[in-house]
């Protein structure tokens, strides 16, 4: 299994939205893969540089139980399962981060509340919009005056 499948299958196991791998091939192939491509590129850089990494133990992890045969479905039960991994459990800090910049697009250097928020890029396309039923704040794909009329 290569990085960025291990990358987007541990983000639709961490934040809920298993439909990150169980879409359309061609929407994995056109929408998710290259943004899971930038968030990983993000988040690889940001704690490759921490003392131990901890992007790449969690993915390994990752790996080791999805690699399992039969293939474990990405669910509850495997996320049960990761979280008690001692992998998991030692860089906790870096799965809310992939949480966080799959849902608002957005991640923290580290698990501090005044640490700065750093941008993922995609905004317009974070999870918690679809959650919410609604667009992003300052941000449509309906034509200008959409809102004038009755839905």
């Known amino acids: 299994m290569d990085d960025t499948t291990a990358f987007i299958e541990l983000s639709a196991l961490l934040t ?38 901890q992007l790449t133990p969690l993915l390994n992890a990752y790996k080791t139980l999805a690699l399992a045969t039969p293939k474990p ?3 509850d039960a495997l996320l049960a399962k990761f979280r008690a991994t001692q992998e998991f ?15 608002i697009s957005q991640f923290k250097p580290e698990d501090k509340p005044d640490a700065p928020t750093l ?32 839905p």
């Open 89 to 103: 459990k030692d860089n906790e800090a870096a799965a809310k981060q992939i949480v966080n910049i799959w849902y």
């Open 16 to 53: 809920g939205h298993y439909n990150l791998v169980s879409d359309r091939p061609e929407k994995i192939k056109t929408f998710i893969e290259p943004v899971a491509k930038e968030y990983q590129r993000r988040l690889t850089a940001l704690f490759s540089g921490a003392a131990p990494p």
């Open 73 to 75: 479905a990405i669910d």
């Open 119 to 150: 941008d993922g890029g995609f905004y317009e396309e974070g999870l918690v919009w679809s959650d919410v039923k609604a667009h992003p704040i300052g941000f449509s794909h309906q034509p200008h005056g959409y809102w004038t009329k009755q």
